[in-house]
């Protein structure tokens, strides 16, 4: 990859065979007679305490595949996406003042990250070093190397970067953030790690050997799994009779309701995703972003 021209395409075939080979004419076979697709949910359906979902798996549907779910008629869709919650959690537990005192003020933190970087103003900050810099704060927290934001950089956004260029932001991204290069370092030797709900891993249950970078995702991930449930716990009593859950997807939540009470519903949903998480996250705001559409998808099919 990189050095060979046509395993970038071949790599690209791939991707693109196998959502045609999952989510293409497959999904027929999901279809019921009302015409609705109901897949098999999982409370606990990972090991950091994530749900699931099979048969199929509506938690992996290809963005270009969400313009094709609409609600009923007479109905719309409320979705409530939380605002960049992984980074929120690790500001939480890591206690990085920086991160922490970003959130708090209400700045883009992508924007505060690549200026901190690449040393420039923020307002000056381009879209291209914007998606670098957000590329790196999701996948670095994660124990992400340099060749690893390299191809996630490539692959979500389309961008080349030499390895220096990645390895620069990864120094700069924990320069920026000690906190959470301490917090790692931590998790990474510990006996044991844990969520800030109290879900607990230890070599009697998943092995997690110490090193393995694979113990950072179960706080982060667990915990935002956790509030996500304490959310739903406080949305289901609100719910009136004629709204309908149709999808919970790791920090999304959809639901279908009459298209009179949809916006009634969209105060509703986000208050409670707030209120669910800030059981578990205290030292930042919880920001819920939460729009009304008749499609699953933002595009029209």
Same mark, same amino acid.
């Given at each position: +990859?990189?050095?060979?021209?046509?395993?970038?395409?071949? $790599?690209?075939?791939?991707?693109?065979? %196998?959502?045609?080979?999952?989510?293409?004419?497959?999904?027929?076979?999901?279809?019921?007679?009302?015409?609705?697709?109901?897949? +098999?949910?999982?409370?606990?359906?990972?090991?950091?305490? +994530?749900? !699931?979902?099979? !048969?199929?798996? /509506?938690?992996?549907?290809?963005?270009?595949?969400?313009?094709?779910?609409?609600?009923?008629?007479?109905?719309?869709?409320?979705?409530?996406?939380? !605002?960049?919650?992984?980074?929120?959690?690790?500001?939480?537990?890591?206690?990085?003042?920086?991160?922490?005192?970003?959130?708090?003020?209400?700045?883009? /933190?992508?924007?505060?990250?690549? &200026?901190?970087?690449?040393?420039?103003?923020?307002?000056?900050?381009?879209?291209?070093?914007?998606?670098?810099?957000?590329?790196?704060?999701?996948?670095?927290?994660?124990?992400?190397?340099?060749?690893?934001?390299?191809?996630?950089?490539?692959? &979500?956004?389309? @961008?080349?970067?030499?390895?220096?260029?990645?390895?620069?932001?990864?120094?700069?991204?924990?320069? $920026?953030?000690?906190?959470?290069?301490?917090?790692?370092?931590?998790?990474?030797?510990?006996?044991?790690?844990?969520?800030? #709900?109290?879900?607990?891993?230890?070599?009697?249950?998943?092995?997690? %050997?110490?090193?393995?970078?694979?113990?950072?995702?179960?706080? @982060?991930?667990?915990?935002?799994?956790?509030?996500?449930?304490?959310? $739903?716990?406080?949305?289901?009593?609100?719910?009136?009779?004629?709204? %309908?859950?149709?999808?919970?997807?790791?920090?999304?939540?959809? /639901?279908?309701?009459?298209?009179?009470?949809?916006?009634?519903?969209?105060?509703?949903?986000? +208050?409670?995703?707030? !209120?669910?998480?800030?059981? /578990?996250?205290?030292?930042?705001? @919880?920001?819920?972003?939460?729009?009304?559409?008749?499609?699953? #998808?933002?595009?029209?099919?």
């Amino acid at each position: +990859r990189g050095e060979i021209p046509v395993v970038a395409d071949v $790599l690209k075939y791939m991707k693109l065979q %196998k959502q045609i080979n999952t989510f293409g004419l497959r999904l027929k076979n999901y279809i019921d007679i009302d015409g609705r697709m109901r897949g +098999r949910w999982h409370l606990i359906g990972s090991n950091t305490g +994530r749900m !699931s979902c099979t !048969s199929p798996n /509506l938690q992996g549907m290809p963005r270009a595949s969400k313009a094709y779910f609409k609600a009923a008629p007479g109905h719309t869709f409320v979705i409530g996406d939380y !605002s960049q919650i992984e980074l929120r959690v690790i500001a939480q537990v890591s206690g990085d003042a920086t991160m922490i005192g970003s959130f708090m003020q209400g700045e883009d /933190l992508h924007v505060k990250t690549a &200026a901190a970087i690449l040393s420039k103003v923020e307002c000056n900050v381009t879209e291209t070093e914007r998606q670098i810099a957000k590329a790196a704060n999701f996948g670095l927290i994660y124990g992400m190397t340099a060749t690893g934001l390299q191809r996630r950089v490539e692959a &979500a956004y389309g @961008i080349e970067l030499t390895w220096q260029q990645a390895q620069q932001f990864r120094d700069g991204f924990f320069q $920026l953030y000690p906190g959470i290069l301490r917090y790692q370092d931590r998790i990474l030797c510990c006996k044991e790690v844990k969520t800030l #709900g109290g879900r607990c891993w230890c070599e009697n249950t998943v092995p997690l %050997k110490q090193g393995s970078t694979a113990r950072l995702n179960y706080p @982060i991930q667990g915990t935002a799994a956790e509030g996500l449930k304490e959310s $739903l716990i406080l949305l289901f009593p609100q719910m009136k009779e004629t709204w %309908k859950l149709v999808a919970v997807v790791h920090d999304e939540v959809v /639901l279908e309701v009459p298209e009179h009470e949809g916006e009634a519903a969209a105060i509703i949903l986000e +208050r409670m995703m707030q !209120s669910g998480m800030a059981r /578990l996250i205290t030292a930042v705001p @919880i920001e819920v972003d939460v729009q009304v559409r008749a499609q699953w #998808g933002r595009q029209n099919p």
